[in-house]
């Protein structure tokens, strides 16, 4: 704040040093010239009356020299007394001898003891005048002149009224001069007064007052409409600054409502998985109870039925017997199609651990099996060599031995049975396939080939269940994988599988069926 | 010396015929006591609840355990039977419909000596009862006294 006020009053002080320095330069000009001329003339009529004084003198003194009286001489040089400058005179014979002399003050200076030279000369601050008196072309003698000049105590008189007019000069300069700079620095302070409230208060609508109509009226109005400016540009950064913040919490909000999304999301998540657990716990104990409640009346049915036909055989009629064999054998398919929808669930819910499985030597045992199993079939079986697969290798046997199971069920009736196991590539992934040239299917159906319990032949064409393929379903689904089927009524059938997910931008098999189990 | 019993402990009366009729064909000559839930099977080896104990009854030589049972399941029985130091060492053969690995696993360590899964083919079921019968109650030499 100091600094502030040392500038704004050296403003003042500057205009008041120019206006005091103008007035004293222009004093001294003055006065110094009226002092110089006036000395200048004083000298010259000074000079002048002293000569005046010594001719008039020389002259009254005239007669005193033609008669040799130097009393009137004397007498003449004593009327000197009435000019007090005049300190000394004298007058000489006209061999310069001293004819009278006069002092204002006796043993204060003497004449000299002989004239000088004609003329006015100016020693120091005295005047010495020689006058040569003359009459009739003869010279008489020399008047000697002696007087103190007054130029220096004129020169000081002078000095002493210049200085108390200069002093009177700058007193009424000062005044006037305060009165003046106020006229002029009051507008420039005025507008650095807004300038610095502004600069404090970050105020923009305050204006400078106009003062004045001359620059500084216009430097205000300037600084006007530059604050006019400012503030017009301050509001339209408060305006985009408040769009900003508007946006920010409109940003803000979507976040939120993100969040709460997805804690909403999480709760689902939760709430389903609850859902699926106590789903899981509701389906074991399904099972548990299909594998124990459901067996149990079957075994009545099949026992006592049987138990029938051991305690009466002689007492029951054929048609009783056939009949009885119809029970038995219903009971018996019905505990199979347990086992298998048994076999099927565990599947699901068995762990699945993949390792390295040699998938050609497995297709390999698996038909090593049937073969012990169905020792009078002759089915040509190729297995292609060094198939590696990364799989559970329980359930990959499960749908290996289901695969081959069917191909070599539905060739059963096929002239020259063919069986083939084998891969191909497709993009990234690999192509599994076991292809027979059996009873085959109608493509129509396909869809309905892997759901469980969908069977397209009939029970006394080929026997079986519904399941198998629903369970290979369902271990190629827990791989990953995917799986689909392409046949021919009579022709036989192929199935396809993969045992991982497809690597991204690999090139989609044509899919056909890989219906739920 | 009288025959021990065989207990058999079931609760489907179908099961309990089937088995008995499985036995009787297999020429098996004890005594088939039959205890319909859990808890009569347990008051048959230990005395009626809060009864007096008369003479100790001597323990069956071989018991058929169902598992699903009303009351005490079969584990709980066959944890009872354990527990009790005369009959540590009486066989027990669990005979149920389920062939759940966990009560495979649950069976065994509850101290079953045997776990066979009831057949549905009546064939079959005469066939297992029978050699049950064999092994457990001739070829089988059992402890003569607990220690």
Same mark, same amino acid.
């Given at each position: 704040?100091?600094?502030?006020?040392?500038?704004?009053?050296?403003?003042?002080?500057?205009?008041?040093?120019?206006?005091?320095?103008?007035?004293?330069?222009?004093?001294?000009?003055?006065?110094?010239?009226?002092?110089?001329?006036?000395?200048?003339?004083?000298?010259?009529?000074?000079?002048?009356?002293?000569?005046?004084?010594?001719?008039?003198?020389?002259?009254?003194?005239?007669?005193a020299?033609?008669?040799?009286?130097?009393?009137?001489?004397?007498?003449?040089l004593?009327?000197?007394?009435? =000019?007090?400058?005049?300190?000394?005179?004298?007058?000489?014979?006209?061999?310069?001898?001293?004819?009278?002399?006069?002092?204002?003050?006796?043993?204060?200076?003497?004449?000299?003891?002989?004239?000088?030279?004609?003329?006015?000369?100016?020693?120091?601050?005295?005047?010495?005048?020689?006058?040569r008196?003359?009459?009739?072309?003869?010279?008489?003698?020399?008047?000697?002149?002696?007087?103190?000049?007054?130029?220096?105590?004129?020169?000081?008189?002078?000095?002493?009224i210049?200085?108390?007019?200069?002093?009177?000069?700058?007193?009424?300069?000062?005044?006037?001069?305060? $009165?003046?700079?106020?006229?002029?620095?009051?507008?420039i302070?005025?507008?650095? $007064?807004?300038?610095?409230?502004?600069?404090?208060?970050?105020?923009?609508?305050r204006?400078?007052?106009?003062?004045?109509?001359?620059?500084?009226?216009?430097?205000?109005?300037?600084?006007?409409?530059?604050?006019?400016?400012?503030?017009?540009?301050?509001?339209?950064?408060?305006?985009?600054?408040?769009?900003?913040?508007?946006?920010?919490?409109?940003?803000?909000?979507?976040q939120?409502?993100?969040?709460?999304?997805?804690?909403?999301?999480?709760?689902?998540?939760?709430?389903?998985?609850?859902?699926?657990?106590?789903?899981?716990?509701?389906?074991?104990?399904?099972?548990?109870?299909?594998?124990?409640?459901?067996?149990?009346?079957?075994?009545?049915?099949?026992?006592?039925?049987?138990?029938?036909?051991?305690?009466?055989p002689?007492?029951?009629?054929?048609e009783?017997?056939?009949?009885?064999?119809?029970?038995?054998a219903?009971?018996t398919?019905?505990?199979?199609l347990i086992?298998?929808?048994?076999?099927?669930?565990?599947?699901?819910?068995?762990?699945?651990?993949? =390792?390295?499985?040699?998938?050609?030597?497995?297709?390999?045992?698996?038909?090593?099996?049937?073969?012990?199993?169905?020792?009078?079939?002759?089915?040509?079986?190729?297995?292609r060599?060094?198939?590696?697969?990364?799989?559970?290798? =329980?359930?990959? %046997?499960?749908?290996i031995?289901?695969?081959?199971?069917?191909?070599?069920?539905?060739?059963?009736?096929?002239?020259?049975?063919?069986?083939?196991?084998?891969?191909?590539?497709?993009?990234? $992934?690999?192509?599994?396939?076991? =292809?027979?040239?059996?009873?085959?299917?109608d493509?129509?159906?396909?869809?309905?080939?892997?759901?469980a319990?969908?069977?397209?032949? $009939?029970?006394?064409?080929?026997?079986?269940?519904?399941?198998?393929l629903?369970?290979v379903?369902?271990?190629?689904?827990?791989?990953?994988?995917?799986?689909?089927?392409?046949? %021919?009524i009579?022709?036989?059938?192929?199935?396809?599988?993969?045992?991982?997910?497809?690597?991204?931008?690999?090139?989609?098999?044509?899919?056909?069926?890989?219906?739920?189990? | 010396?009288?025959?021990? !019993?065989?207990?058999?402990?079931?609760?489907?009366?179908?099961?309990?015929?089937?088995?008995?009729?499985? #036995?009787?064909?297999?020429?098996?000559?004890?005594?088939?006591?039959?205890?319909?839930?859990?808890?009569?099977?347990?008051?048959?080896?230990?005395?009626?609840?809060?009864? #007096?104990l008369?003479?100790?009854?001597?323990?069956?030589?071989?018991?058929?355990?169902?598992?699903?049972?009303?009351?005490?399941?079969?584990?709980?029985?066959?944890?009872?039977?354990?527990?009790?130091?005369?009959m540590? #060492?009486?066989?027990?053969?669990?005979?149920?419909?389920?062939?759940?690995?966990?009560? !495979?696993?649950?069976?065994?360590e509850?101290?079953?000596?045997?776990?066979?899964?009831?057949?549905?083919?009546?064939?079959?079921?005469?066939?297992? !009862?029978?050699?049950?019968?064999?092994?457990? #109650?001739?070829?089988?030499?059992?402890?003569k006294?607990?220690?």
């Amino acid at each position: 704040v100091n600094l502030k006020d040392d500038r704004s009053s050296s403003l003042r002080r500057k205009l008041r040093r120019v206006i005091l320095g103008t007035t004293l330069v222009a004093l001294f000009v003055a006065l110094g010239s009226m002092i110089a001329y006036d000395v200048r003339l004083y000298h010259r009529t000074w000079t002048a009356d002293m000569a005046t004084q010594a001719e008039l003198l020389a002259r009254t003194c005239v007669p005193a020299l033609l008669f040799d009286d130097p009393g009137v001489a004397r007498e003449n040089l004593a009327l000197l007394r009435l =000019r007090p400058n005049v300190l000394s005179a004298a007058i000489y014979g006209p061999r310069g001898a001293t004819f009278a002399s006069y002092s204002r003050d006796p043993g204060d200076t003497p004449v000299p003891p002989l004239p000088g030279a004609d003329g006015i000369h100016v020693v120091g601050s005295f005047v010495e005048v020689n006058h040569r008196i003359v009459e009739d072309g003869a010279i008489l003698g020399t008047f000697y002149l002696r007087a103190r000049h007054g130029l220096g105590d004129r020169i000081l008189q002078h000095l002493l009224i210049a200085s108390f007019l200069a002093v009177l000069g700058m007193v009424v300069a000062y005044v006037y001069s305060e $009165r003046l700079q106020r006229s002029v620095s009051q507008p420039i302070l005025e507008v650095a $007064r807004v300038a610095r409230e502004i600069a404090e208060t970050a105020d923009y609508s305050r204006r400078a007052p106009r003062l004045s109509d001359d620059e500084v009226g216009l430097l205000g109005e300037s600084f006007n409409g530059l604050l006019a400016e400012v503030e017009a540009r301050s509001h339209a950064l408060a305006e985009t600054n408040a769009e900003l913040a508007r946006e920010m919490s409109v940003k803000a909000e979507a976040q939120r409502e993100i969040l709460r999304l997805n804690s909403e999301l999480e709760e689902r998540v939760r709430d389903r998985t609850a859902q699926l657990t106590s789903a899981m716990q509701e389906l074991e104990t399904f099972c548990y109870s299909v594998s124990h409640d459901l067996r149990a009346p079957l075994r009545g049915i099949h026992g006592f039925s049987q138990a029938l036909v051991a305690d009466f055989p002689r007492d029951l009629p054929d048609e009783a017997h056939r009949y009885l064999s119809r029970i038995t054998a219903s009971a018996t398919r019905m505990e199979q199609l347990i086992e298998d929808l048994l076999n099927l669930s565990k599947l699901t819910r068995a762990t699945l651990t993949r =390792r390295e499985v040699d998938l050609s030597d497995l297709a390999g045992r698996v038909v090593e099996n049937l073969r012990t199993t169905d020792p009078d079939r002759r089915v040509e079986v190729l297995i292609r060599e060094g198939m590696k697969v990364d799989a559970d290798p =329980r359930l990959l %046997q499960t749908a290996i031995e289901n695969l081959l199971g069917n191909a070599w069920k539905f060739t059963a009736k096929t002239e020259l049975p063919r069986i083939e196991v084998g891969c191909m590539r497709d993009g990234a $992934r690999t192509v599994h396939f076991v =292809r027979d040239n059996g009873a085959g299917f109608d493509m129509q159906y396909a869809d309905k080939l892997f759901g469980a319990f969908q069977r397209l032949h $009939r029970q006394d064409e080929f026997p079986g269940t519904g399941i198998g393929l629903a369970t290979v379903a369902r271990v190629v689904h827990r791989h990953g994988g995917r799986i689909w089927a392409d046949g %021919q009524i009579g022709a036989g059938a192929a199935f396809y599988f993969t045992l991982a997910e497809p690597v991204a931008g690999a090139t989609d098999a044509p899919e056909t069926t890989n219906g739920e189990a | 010396m009288p025959e021990k !019993v065989i207990l058999l402990v079931e609760d489907n009366p179908d099961d309990e015929e089937l088995t008995l009729r499985a #036995l009787r064909s297999s020429k098996v000559a004890n005594e088939v006591v039959v205890a319909r839930d859990g808890q009569e099977a347990i008051d048959y080896l230990f005395g009626p609840p809060g009864g #007096l104990l008369g003479e100790e009854r001597e323990p069956p030589a071989l018991v058929l355990l169902d598992l699903k049972l009303p009351k005490l399941t079969g584990i709980e029985v066959l944890r009872r039977i354990r527990a009790e130091p005369r009959m540590r #060492l009486t066989p027990v053969v669990v005979m149920t419909s389920s062939n759940e690995e966990e009560d !495979v696993l649950n069976s065994y360590e509850s101290g079953a000596n045997s776990y066979v899964r009831k057949p549905v083919q009546f064939g079959a079921f005469v066939n297992a !009862v029978s050699q049950l019968g064999v092994y457990w #109650l001739l070829l089988n030499e059992s402890p003569k006294q607990p220690r």
